[in-house]
T-cell receptor, first 115, second 113 residues
């Protein structure tokens, strides 16, 4: 069964450093997402991406964050200057359909630790 | 305001028993979805129920939706040890294309053998 993959599985970085989290969504999917889950807290929506542009973003997704689909298969989340509070599990997700049909396929996540 | 709040926060039952988890939300929704998360792993989509549906089944899962009470329940029948996980409801209340999901805090389900 096709699945969303994410790399790396774990990333440790120093505060102020840039990180790029990578995702390979399922190949025929149209919508792509990033969510994060701070330890012990709810899963939070960050951004949705469709037709090579951001379709919606949350308040969390400020100028420090950016997303890109550089080559038609990868979907990346960049955090320009990491903060301690960016430590979280970051999940990529994709979805094949538009409209209200169908759930999302989530990747296994990247655990980011900012020191 | 909080959207998608589950109760109980934790539930521990014996294998073979049924497990019921509830979810409440505050705004109008397009659909409501349930996800499972095994410890430290990704989220697995279980079932989606649209706002115009009242009940849906998938294998041992039964989901109900009461839009007048803004609540949903997930029933897992004949539970198994492998059902041990956290279960989250998530509401889709945004524009229909984006399907921005708002997750609840989750119910941690433990099935005792």
């Amino acid at each position: 069964e096709p699945e969303v993959t994410q790399t790396p599985s774990h990333q440790v970085t120093q505060m102020g450093q840039e990180v790029i989290l990578r995702c390979v969504p399922i190949s025929n999917h149209l919508y792509f997402y990033w969510y994060r889950q701070i330890l012990g807290q709810k899963v939070e929506f960050l951004v949705s991406f469709y037709n090579n542009e951001i379709s919606e973003k949350s308040e969390i997704f400020d100028d420090q964050f950016s997303v890109e689909r550089p080559d038609g298969s990868n979907f990346t989340l960049k955090i320009r200057s990491t903060k301690l509070e960016d430590s979280a599990m970051y999940f990529c997700a994709s979805r094949p359909f538009s409209g209200t049909s169908g759930g999302k396929y989530f990747g296994p996540g990247t655990r980011l630790l900012v020191l | 305001s909080q959207q998608g709040e589950e109760d109980p926060q934790a539930l521990s039952i014996q294998e073979g028993e049924n497990a019921t988890m509830n979810c409440s939300y505050k705004t109008s929704i397009n659909n409501l979805q349930w996800y499972r998360q095994n410890s430290g792993r990704g989220l697995v989509h279980l079932i989606l129920i649209r706002s115009n549906e009242r009940e849906k089944h998938s294998g041992r899962l039964r989901v109900t939706l009461d839009t007048s009470k803004k609540s949903s329940s997930l029933l897992i029948t004949a539970s198994r040890a492998a059902d041990t996980a956290s279960y989250f409801c998530a509401t889709d209340a945004g524009n229909q294309g984006a399907q921005k999901l708002v997750f609840g805090q989750g119910t941690r389900l433990t099935i005792n053998p």
